[in-house]
Each structure stands twice: as C-alpha cells, then as structure tokens.
C-alpha cells in the first residue's frame, strides 16, 4: 500500500465549477501538506502550503487538512481551462525536506 | 529573481551509459532535493544535499550519487543506466534543511534507449 493515495482521474468538469481533490495517508508523522500544480512536461508549482487541520484560503483555493482522519483535500472555486493540469498532494514529517507524493490528479476544464 | 534552474532540458542515452543532470537552487536557497517522476506518476525523493554533504535518501540504489558545490549548485550522476531510468528529474531547492517549503525546477527528461 501506497503511503499517499490520490485517483488519477481524470477529472472533467465545465468551466466555472468547483474541482474537488483529495488525497489520503497512512503516515501518521506527516505535519506539513503541500499541493502543486504540474503542466504538461513542466516542473511542479506550489499552490498551497499547510500545517495545521482546518482549512486555508487563498484565491480561489481552499486547502482543508483532517489528520484525525488523514486526509487532505484541495477545491478550486470558479475553475478555468487554464486550470486543466495535474495536481500532486505532497507532504513531509516534521523534520528534513523528503516530501512524499501522491501519484497526482489530471483535471480537465472544458470551456 | 530566479527561480530553479536545471540543465540539459532533454537528454538522451544508452542502456549503460552515465548521465549528469545540473541545478542551479532560487536565489536565497542552500538545500537541493533531486526527484524522479515516472511517467504518470507522482515524483519520487532521491536525496537532499545541504552543506555540501547528503542528508537524507530515498530507496534508490548507489547507482544514482550526487554532488553540491559550495555555491549550493548541484548535481545528479546516474551510472550504468536502465531503461526503467527513463523519466523526468526534478531539482528543488529551500532555504534551509529543515525549513519552509520546496520550489522546482523545469525539470531534465532522460530517455535511456
């Protein structure tokens, strides 16, 4: 078993919809939550950045972290086909950087 | 400001052969993290090099090594390379070792033909 799962999708929507990700884990020692943003043959972008349960905003980002239940979710409100990529959940323990990734979502914003 | 530079963009090799990928950190960073992703898959952690020395490691085999160089540059040698090392190589930096969050470069795709 994967330590974080993540459906690879993908994941259609119309413009202008919510896109709704999750990502489960199985580690208990993970503290930090990060979700990127990866294009087509590009690097990863940071989108969001967590630490404690409860949720985040940014934008039109909501980043929401239940580590009762181990599970972290991302929702893009009011989404755009400039928003059609892939995007991993991430995290890491409480000490050194080795971030552990989920497989990542392909999400497709059709106008 | 820049950002995380790598360097080649594309590369392509032999069943055998030796590799060396480069990065350059964001300004301001002194730790370097290498990653491999897989095709359709999330990357994967190879290692971390901070002060010049690695300071922590993936389930990779000694085939893959590194280097940092004082100006916090790095590099990532793969040798006797297989097929299954086909993917992209994704280069982060932070500043600090156990501090902030990570930035990533474009990335180097190698193709082990």
């Known amino acids: 078993q994967k330590e974080v799962e993540q459906d690879p999708g993908p994941l259609s929507v119309p413009e202008g919809a919510i896109v709704s990700l999750n990502c489960t884990y199985s580690?208990?020692?993970?503290?930090?939550f990060m979700w990127y943003r990866q294009y087509s043959r590009k690097g990863p972008e940071l989108l969001m950045y967590?630490?404690?349960?409860g949720n985040k905003e940014d934008g039109r980002f909501t980043a929401q972290v239940d580590k009762s239940s181990k599970y972290i979710s991302l929702f893009i409100r009011d989404s755009q086909p400039s928003d059609s990529a892939t995007y991993l959940c991430?995290?890491?323990?409480?000490?050194?950087?080795?971030?552990?990734f989920g497989g990542g979502t392909r999400v497709l914003v059709k106008p | 400001d820049a950002g995380v530079t790598q360097s080649p963009t594309h590369l392509i090799k032999t069943r055998g052969q030796q590799v060396t990928l480069r990065c350059s950190p964001k300004s301001g960073h002194d730790t370097v993290s290498w990653y491999q992703q897989a095709l359709g898959q999330g990357p994967q952690f190879i290692f971390q090099?901070?002060?010049?020395?690695?300071?922590q490691r993936g389930n990779f085999p000694d085939r893959f090594s590194g280097h940092q160089f004082p100006n916090y540059s790095s590099e990532l040698n793969v040798n006797a390379l297989w097929l299954g090392d086909s993917a992209l190589y994704l280069c982060a930096s932070n500043g600090g070792i156990s501090t902030d969050t990570q930035y990533f470069g474009p990335g180097t795709r190698l193709t082990v033909l």
């Open positions: 967590t630490y404690s349960s």
């Open positions: 090099y901070y002060e010049e020395e690695e300071r």
């Open positions: 991430a995290m890491r323990r409480a000490a050194g950087n080795k971030l552990t």
């Open positions: 580690n208990s020692a993970f503290q930090y």
